[in-house]
């Protein structure tokens, strides 16, 4: 692939540092292990010992560098989340946690969005997440009817966990004229009863209705979560992710879909020099016209915030069950969830995107959408050969072993999210039966040869690596079921790499990210103890100390904590 060309740092000189601690793993290539790390203007510049060091700083700085003491603490490189949604995190911190942690039962939502209605100014609209609805009392999905026990006046919205839609309430259909006639959109479902009624679930690209008149539209492309706020409000939001993320020990981030409501907030953050996260870019293919027309043709930008492709859809989410599964749900076979484009018009995306030199990044789960990505960029590297286009498949839930074997020969990188099967791994079992335990076959991927990336998905979970690391490693839920055999569970040190340099390469950026070597930049997070040195159902558990970006401390537990008690 084409790789950002990064320009030198600025002449004004941040000076030397050396970050001493126990164990300072570097991932490089012999997986070195140092004690100290020697950061000249941002670089790591030296690993070893904090002799050897203090020797080689003497090259760079004639004052003494500034010596970081972490003691116990073990660094490693800073995780890399490829697929997140920090704006969509940022702004759903602000919305009613109707989670499992907060409500188990339909009525115990309405309670929840009721009380927030009151205190919730004017017309504004009142709206909630994180249900599940097989983690409900009820096993199914509230209704427009349960939510007008909310407002009758204003708009209510309910996102289910997946992101992928969720419940509105009555006069949220009729602000926008939505009725028992209204036609499905292309990629997308207005639910109704066995009457034709609507039942007030919406899903994928139903979801347009939400960003009201003049918001983001984006066809038939994907769910649309890009709701408006005041652009202020969005800048707040994406800085409050920010912390979330750095936190969580993440020091870059691939932004998985992108619109102008995105890309608006990410330049302004950029702009006061609010911005530490690195942010690599995936335009929604809604945008692809564009930026061809622009003569987009690879990564552009700066270390810090650029574009680095093309995301696009095949079908929905396993979550809310709209992964298209022809032959209908095991749990409803009624449902088949839907493809957002036919093979052709999809194929033919990828292959404009593909030949003009960009890489893609397709969200699939079901056995047949991943058959239609496959497909396409098999077609399109045979049309046009590009050996290291490193296209994705985001999530790639459930993918035959037949075509994890053409992945490996195409060069094609799942990213994939433990994390999910972490939250509702029983659910896809309770959705499409047995196969449901092969969610995310990590072991699979490693024994074909195929690269494991890991992320989070954020807000669909926590943007906290460790948790995810934990749970590639485990595969056991948090309700304490085991999903699938142990051939499925990778190693430590893969999972570690997974959400290291295999992220930065799956966003192009291994050359200066993913690993503590020399020339590199220095992100790293410091944490409480070593992943090999717990039990790996404890994983999760290990603490993020610190976040450093380019040689400077974004993130202390320590602050936060000292914070939290004044």
């Not at 084409?2 to 601690?21: C, F, H, N, T, Y």
């Not at 290539?29 to 670089?43: E, H, W």
């Not at 702004?91 to 309670?111: F, L, R, T």
């Not at 700066?302 to 032959?327: E, M």
Request: aromatic content about 6%; overall charge negative.
């Amino acid at each position: 692939m084409r790789k950002l060309s990064l320009p030198d740092r600025s002449l004004e000189e941040q000076g030397a540092d050396i970050v001493v601690a126990r164990r300072i793993r570097t991932l490089d290539p012999g997986d070195t292990v140092a004690t100290a790390m020697l950061i000249v203007n941002g670089l790591v510049a030296a690993t070893g010992t904090p002799e050897e060091c203090q020797e080689a700083a003497k090259r760079y700085a004639a004052a003494p560098p500034r010596l970081h003491d972490l003691g116990d603490a073990v660094i490693v490189p800073g995780f890399i989340d490829p697929h997140a949604h920090p704006l969509m995190l940022g702004q759903m911190m602000s919305w009613v946690d109707c989670g499992p942690s907060k409500a188990g039962s339909i009525p115990e939502i309405v309670a929840l969005l009721r009380e927030a209605a009151e205190t919730t100014p004017g017309d504004l609209p009142v709206r909630g997440y994180g249900y599940e609805q097989r983690n409900l009392a009820e096993q199914r999905h509230p209704t427009r009817f349960e939510l007008d026990q909310v407002a009758t006046d204003r708009q209510v919205y309910l996102m289910n966990a997946s992101g992928h839609g969720g419940v509105v309430n009555s006069f949220t259909f009729e602000t926008f004229g939505i009725t028992r006639d209204t036609p499905d959109p292309e990629g997308g479902e207005f639910f109704r009863d066995a009457d034709g009624e609507l039942t007030g679930e919406l899903s994928d690209a139903a979801c347009n209705i939400l960003t009201g008149v003049h918001g983001v539209k984006i066809g038939h492309h994907g769910p649309n979560f890009h709701l408006g706020d005041a652009p202020e409000e969005h800048v707040r939001q994406l800085a409050t992710a920010q912390r979330e993320f750095l936190e969580g020990g993440v020091t870059t981030i691939g932004d998985a879909q992108v619109s102008r409501r995105e890309f608006d907030t990410y330049l302004r953050l950029a702009e006061r020099k609010g911005l530490h996260l690195r942010a690599s870019l995936y335009l929604l293919s809604h945008l692809l016209d564009d930026a061809l027309e622009i003569g987009l043709h690879g990564q552009f930008g700066n270390a810090q915030l650029s574009v680095a492709g093309i995301k696009l859809y095949a079908d929905g989410t396993l979550g809310g069950w709209t992964a298209y599964f022809p032959d209908g749900y095991v749990g409803d076979p009624c449902r088949t969830g839907q493809l957002y484009h036919e093979p052709a018009e999809y194929a033919a995306l990828i292959a404009r995107a593909h030949a003009a030199g960009l890489q893609t990044a397709t969200h699939a789960q079901s056995p047949t959408a991943i058959e239609m990505v496959v497909s396409a960029i098999e077609e399109a590297q045979s049309a046009v050969p590009r050996p290291d286009a490193r296209h994705r498949i985001e999530h790639c839930g459930l993918p035959t072993p037949e075509q994890i074997e053409r992945m490996a020969v195409a060069g094609i990188r799942p990213v994939n999210q433990p994390q999910h099967y972490y939250n509702w791994g029983e659910g896809v079992e309770d959705a499409i039966g047995t196969p449901g335990e092969r969610f995310n076959p990590l072991g699979e991927f490693v024994r074909a040869g195929v690269p494991v990336t890991l992320s989070s998905d954020a807000p669909v979970a926590q943007p906290r690596p460790l948790e995810a690391i934990q749970v590639a490693v485990t595969r056991v839920t948090r309700r304490g079921h085991k999903l699938g055999p142990d051939d499925l569970r990778i190693d430590v040190a893969t999972a570690l790499r997974g959400h290291t340099i295999e992220g930065a390469r799956s966003i192009g950026r291994e050359d200066d990210l993913g690993s503590l070597e020399v020339g590199k930049r220095a992100d790293f997070a410091v944490l409480s103890a070593d992943l090999d040195e717990v039990p790996a159902e404890e994983i999760g558990a290990i603490r993020v100390l610190e976040t450093w970006i380019d040689g400077v401390r974004r993130h202390s537990l320590a602050v936060v904590a000292a914070g939290s008690l004044s």
